[in-house]
């Protein structure tokens, strides 16, 4: 375990469902991000939270909706998703946004849109 | 935005050094220069960070020239669970890890 848990650790959904991913930290880091890693592909930003407020949205597509409702928990609702949204999804967390500390990334998601 | 530069892939020998460099030539002052892990289906992890000179660790060690515009992974006698992807990150700066990017990084693998 890094600190940064991730649920569930395998996803299969249809287009039209709608599921959400459950990342959790207690290091008391304040800022928490999701990433999406495509095969042969490097991680992709998605969304930045810091204490709590969405600071980044890396133009993400709205079938993508991310909710922080603690500097704890982040949340990525999925709904009406694409074959080619298929990836593993990764949250990590640092201090802060300042870059000075490293990320901890979770275990991540691995999501097969069918 | 510092970009970085690393070799696509390196094949080395159980037990031997392997040295990884990375380039950023547009380094800003107060950017870090971090380097994580990846295993297959997991997250990346944070192996080591530097900002100047040298940084040692029970891992690696990190070698940044004065000019800091690149940096250099030293794994000391690698095993069969060191395969994996290398990543260079430089970030702090204006927006720090809110403008951070992976690169494809290194595949290291090494063989018996």
């Known amino acids: 375990e890094t600190g940064v848990t991730q649920t569930p650790r395998h996803l299969v959904m249809g287009m039209t469902n709608k599921k959400s991913l459950k990342c959790e930290q207690h290091?008391?880091?304040?800022?928490m991000y999701w990433y999406k890693q495509s095969a042969k592909k490097p991680l992709e930003l998605m969304f930045v939270?810091?204490?709590?407020?969405?600071?980044e949205n890396n133009s993400v597509p709205s079938r993508f909706s991310p909710e922080c409702p603690n500097s704890s928990h982040l949340f990525l609702h999925l709904h009406t998703l694409q074959p080619e949204d298929s990836a593993l999804y990764l949250c990590?967390?640092?201090?802060?946004?300042?870059?000075?500390?490293?990320?901890?990334f979770g275990s991540g998601t691995r999501l097969t849109v069918v | 935005l510092a970009k970085t530069t690393q070799p696509i892939s390196m094949d080395s020998y159980e037990g031997q050094e392997v040295n990884i460099t990375c380039s950023h030539n547009?380094?800003?002052?107060?950017?870090?220069i971090t380097w994580y892990q990846q295993f297959p289906s997991q997250g990346p992890r944070f192996i080591i960070q530097?900002?100047?000179t040298k940084v040692t660790n029970e891992v690696a060690s990190l070698f940044i020239p004065a000019d800091r515009k690149s940096s250099t992974l030293s794994l000391p006698r690698v095993s069969l669970s060191d395969t994996a992807v290398y990543y260079c990150?430089?970030?702090?700066?204006?927006?720090?890890?809110?403008?951070?990017?992976f690169g494809t990084g290194t595949k290291l693998q090494v063989i018996p």
């Open positions: 990590a967390s640092s201090q802060d946004t300042g870059g000075g500390y490293g990320y901890t």
């Open positions: 290091l008391g880091h304040n800022a």
């Open positions: 939270y810091n204490f709590k407020e969405q600071t």
């Open positions: 547009n380094i800003a002052t107060n950017d870090y």
């Open positions: 530097g900002y100047k």
């Open positions: 990150l430089v970030g702090e700066g204006a927006g720090g890890y809110q403008k951070v990017t």
